[in-house]
């Protein structure tokens, strides 16, 4: 057997083996099935026991000018909403190229899209109030340097590792508040 028929061989074997993919929906490694669904509201209700831990969410995915956030319209208060952080510049995208363009789409016409993600949840920040403030300056530092995103609007924030389903948001699915303000 030549080597040029070899080669030819196993380019032919991996030909097949993209094309059989076509199509096909992405299945979720061994690792991410042993990864907790954990509600939004839970995360941001209980955030100590989820604080820097990595879970799975099914939430909304809302973007605008100054908002990067994730809600599920079923939270009772509109602080159980996390400021999104995607990985930082030159790291793999969090959404596969099947997804990208799907997602791009719905955040381009409607500004959110559904989606199931992996990601760290993260809880308020550690401040260390320096001494000898008052009590009310020291509460203003620890209510304003624990916080998130824009303008530190955020008490949660979720950093995105990996995207898992993307689908439209049903037209009455409501807002959050946070975001209604931060659009006016």
């Not at 979720?28 to 954990?38: C, E, F, G, L, N």
């Not at 604080?51 to 990067?68: F, K, L």
Request: glycine residues 4%.
């Amino acid at each position: 057997m030549s080597i040029v028929f070899k080669c030819e061989a196993v380019e032919f074997l991996i030909l097949i083996a993209c094309v059989s993919q076509v199509g096909a929906t992405p299945q979720p490694s061994m690792r991410d099935q042993s990864i907790a669904t954990v509600s939004l509201c839970q995360l941001t209700r209980h955030w100590e026991k989820y604080d820097h831990r990595i879970v799975r969410i099914e939430a909304i995915y809302h973007t605008s000018n100054e908002v990067s956030q994730v809600y599920d319209p079923g939270c009772p208060t509109s602080d159980q909403t996390a400021w999104v952080e995607l990985l930082p510049y030159d790291s793999p995208s969090p959404v596969p190229p099947e997804l990208k363009e799907k997602l791009n789409e719905l955040l381009r016409s409607s500004g959110r899209a559904r989606i199931t993600v992996i990601g760290e949840f993260d809880g308020p920040k550690k401040v260390n109030v320096p001494s000898g403030l008052s009590p009310e300056a020291a509460d203003a530092v620890r209510e304003t340097n624990s916080r998130y995103g824009h303008m530190n609007s955020w008490k949660f924030q979720f950093v995105f590792s990996k995207v898992e389903k993307v689908e439209p948001v049903p037209t009455d699915a409501p807002w959050p508040h946070l975001a209604a303000q931060a659009q006016r």
